[in-house]
């Protein structure tokens, strides 16, 4: 079994090689199977990602929720306290480049407790058929979405490429509760 590190690295370069057109292809199915899931239409505070590189686009997302009037809050790197808070944005505007050059809100913004969430949309490197879920290895994440109630989903977005059979997880590794691709929607 391959390591963290390899698999980061093995799967970062394929999502790296996808051209602009496969990209945008899998994105604009990716986008309408999240719109349609019943806990995005149910959902009335999401914490997302924002899209960065590679990754599956979250942008697109984020206007949407905010014309529909969702609460989103989206994340600030705490350095202080290394750790990820949620902070409420009520426009693309609101972000400018933060820690490791990622969109990010103004550390002044509303914090929302991760308690207060209905429905997290979560980034990663890599994803099994059992829900696990390795990151970038900062384990922002983890410890975030370890004070996540139990009950709110926790829902993947990646491309077909980024699954593997099984990781090498560690007991503090969270999973996911789906993760949706541009072919699947798996609930686990």
């Known amino acids: 079994m391959s390591t963290k590190k390899e698999i980061r690295k093995s799967i970062i370069e394929k999502r790296d090689k996808l ?3 496969e990209k ?3 994105d604009d199915k990716i986008f309408t199977k999240v719109k349609n899931l019943k806990a995005y239409k149910e959902a009335t505070v999401i914490f997302t990602f924002i899209s960065f590189g590679s990754e599956v686009d979250t942008l697109r997302l984020i ?12 994340p600030w790197i705490n350095k202080e306290k290394k750790l990820m808070e949620a902070k409420v944005i009520r426009n693309l505007e609101d972000m400018h480049p933060g820690h490791y050059g990622i969109l990010e809100p103004s ?33 922002y994440y983890d410890k975030f979405l370890a004070e996540v109630k139990n009950n709110v989903p926790k829902v993947a977005l990646s ?9 090498p997880l560690e007991p ?11 072919e699947n929607e798996l609930w686990f």
């Open 19 to 21: 051209s602009v057109i």
């Open 24 to 26: 945008n292809s899998y």
């Open 63 to 74: 206007d949407n929720a905010l014309r529909e009037g969702k609460a989103v809050a989206v």
């Open 107 to 139: 550390p002044d913004a509303e914090t929302l407790k991760p308690q207060e969430i209905d429905l997290i949309i979560t980034p990663g490197v890599a994803f099994d058929s059992l829900g696990g879920r390795i990151g970038y290895g900062g384990g």
């Open 159 to 167: 491309y077909e490429l980024q699954k593997v059979e099984k990781l």
């Open 172 to 182: 503090f590794d969270m999973k996911v509760t789906a993760l949706i691709t541009e």
